[in-house]
């Protein structure tokens, strides 16, 4: 799932996923979502793994 690839970058480079998606001009609202299970446009996802600094491929759930 999207959201648990996302944790633990997050994680990785000391920050939430809340605090990231509004570094990123996203709501919480967002989070909750991705939490719930719906996935982000993939330009969302790009525009998250710039920001954390990694490859946005990483940000993918391992079985698609």
Do not use: H
């Amino acid at each position: 799932m999207f959201y648990d690839q996302l944790k633990k970058a997050c994680r990785e480079k000391g920050t939430s996923p809340c605090a990231l998606a509004l570094a990123a001009g996203m709501s919480k609202s967002n989070v909750t979502n991705w939490k719930n299970g719906q996935a982000p446009k993939l330009d969302t996802i790009i525009k998250l793994a710039d920001r954390l600094g990694v490859d946005p491929r990483d940000l993918l759930p391992d079985k698609l």
